[in-house]
C-alpha cells in the first residue's frame, strides 16, 4: 500500500456521471491520458456513435483525418459533432483531455445552433458558447492540483447555466429525446414507429431529427446498431455470424457492410487491430452507459 504522502497516479481513462437534471443529456464527462507515441505509429482509430462531445485538451494536441482526407490540427478545445466514418487521430505529444459527452441528441438544449451544421466538424469552443465557453476551459486549465472532482463541478455549472431557461417553461424535452432512448433499448425501432409515437410526419420526424441529433433517425439507427454488434463483441466470444442476427443484422454480410462504412476496416480487421486509445470507448462498460444500462 502506498504510503498517504504518496500520489497515486490516475487511471489513463476515467468517466464521471452527472446528477440529474443534467443526467438525461450527458453520459459522462471523461479524462483520458495517451503517453506520447513512437515516431511511425499508426493513427488512433475513433467509431461513430451519433455523440456530440465537447473536448478540451488539458495538454497536448492532435491531427485528426475524416473520410480518407489530409490530417488537420484539432482546436485546443471545441465541440465534435456527431460523424458517421471512422475518425483517425494522430496525438502531438503526450495528450491529457477532458471530454463532455452528451447522449444522442443530448447536446441540442446548450448549443445555439441545429446540431446537423456541427455534422463532421470541429467548432472552436467559444463559437459554440461564447465567452463563457472560453472561461470555462481557462477555469478547467488551472495548473496545479486540481482534481478530477472539480472539473467535473466545473463542467457541470457550466451546463446548469447553460441549461435554464433552454427546455421550456414546463420543463419538458422534445419527443426526439424519447424517440432516442427507445431506439437505444428497442432493436429494429422503425421511422414510422417514430412518427406513430410522436404524433408527427416521418418528413417531420427527420427534420427534428437532424436539428437536434444531426442526423437523420435511419442513420442514428444504424450507428446504434453497431455499438450494439461492438458491446457483445466485447462481452463474449461469439461467432460474427450469431453476433449478427442477435443484434438485428440480416446476415454476416450486411455486418460487414456497416463495419466497412463506419469502421473502415472489416470485422476480422477490427479484431487484429490494437485499438490504442480508442480501446477506452468500446469497454463495455463504456457502452452500457451509452446505452443506458
Given at each position: 500500500m502506498p504510503l498517504a504522502s504518496e500520489r497515486i497516479p490516475p487511471a489513463p481513462y476515467r468517466e464521471y456521471r452527472l446528477r440529474a437534471p443534467l443526467s438525461q443529456f450527458v453520459e459522462c464527462v471523461w479524462f483520458l491520458f495517451a503517453p506520447a507515441r513512437a515516431a511511425g505509429a499508426p493513427?488512433?482509430?475513433?467509431?461513430?456513435?451519433?455523440?456530440?462531445?465537447?473536448?478540451?485538451?488539458?495538454?497536448?494536441?492532435?491531427?485528426?483525418?475524416?473520410?480518407?482526407?489530409?490530417?488537420?490540427?484539432?482546436?485546443?478545445?471545441?465541440?465534435?459533432?456527431?460523424?458517421?466514418?471512422?475518425?483517425?487521430?494522430?496525438?502531438?505529444?503526450?495528450?491529457?483531455?477532458?471530454?463532455?459527452?452528451?447522449?444522442?441528441?443530448?447536446?441540442?438544449?446548450?448549443?445555439?445552433?441545429?446540431?446537423?451544421?456541427?455534422?463532421?466538424?470541429?467548432?472552436?469552443?467559444?463559437?459554440?458558447?461564447?465567452?463563457?465557453?472560453?472561461?470555462?476551459?481557462?477555469?478547467?486549465?488551472?495548473?496545479?492540483?486540481?482534481?478530477?472532482?472539480?472539473?467535473?463541478?466545473?463542467?457541470?455549472?457550466?451546463?446548469?447555466?447553460?441549461?435554464?431557461?433552454?427546455?421550456?417553461?414546463?420543463?419538458?424535452?422534445?419527443?426526439?429525446?424519447?424517440?432516442?432512448?427507445?431506439?437505444?433499448?428497442?432493436p429494429r425501432y422503425s421511422v414510422s414507429r417514430i412518427a406513430r409515437e410522436c404524433g408527427r410526419s416521418t418528413r417531420q420526424v427527420e427534420r427534428y431529427f437532424r436539428a437536434e441529433v444531426g442526423l437523420p433517425p435511419r442513420l442514428l439507427g444504424r450507428l446504434i446498431r453497431f455499438q450494439r454488434v461492438l458491446r457483445a463483441a466485447a462481452e463474449r466470444e461469439t461467432p460474427w455470424i450469431s453476433v449478427a442476427l442477435d443484434c438485428g443484422y440480416a446476415d454476416q454480410a450486411h455486418l460487414i457492410r456497416d463495419f466497412r462504412e463506419f469502421a473502415g476496416q472489416t470485422p476480422a480487421a477490427y479484431v487484429r487491430e490494437d485499438a490504442g486509445m480508442g480501446a477506452a470507448f468500446l469497454t463495455p462498460e463504456r457502452l452500457d452507459g451509452f446505452f443506458g444500462t
Open positions: 493513427p488512433e482509430r475513433i467509431l461513430p456513435d451519433g455523440c456530440v462531445e465537447v473536448v478540451v485538451q488539458l495538454a497536448g494536441r492532435t491531427r485528426a483525418s475524416r473520410g480518407g482526407g489530409p490530417f488537420v490540427l484539432q482546436p485546443s478545445a471545441f465541440v465534435v459533432g456527431p460523424f458517421a466514418s471512422p475518425l483517425l487521430l494522430e496525438p502531438v505529444g503526450a495528450l491529457e483531455t477532458l471530454g463532455i459527452r452528451f447522449r444522442p441528441g443530448g447536446a441540442s438544449p446548450f448549443l445555439p445552433l441545429p446540431v446537423d451544421l456541427l455534422l463532421g466538424v470541429d467548432l472552436e469552443i467559444d463559437l459554440a458558447f461564447g465567452r463563457t465557453g472560453t472561461e470555462l476551459v481557462e477555469r478547467l486549465r488551472v495548473p496545479g492540483a486540481i482534481s478530477d472532482l472539480s472539473r467535473v463541478r466545473l463542467v457541470e455549472e457550466f451546463l446548469l447555466a447553460r441549461l435554464r431557461g433552454r427546455i421550456g417553461g414546463d420543463g419538458r424535452r422534445s419527443p426526439v429525446a424519447g424517440a432516442v432512448s427507445r431506439m437505444l433499448s428497442i
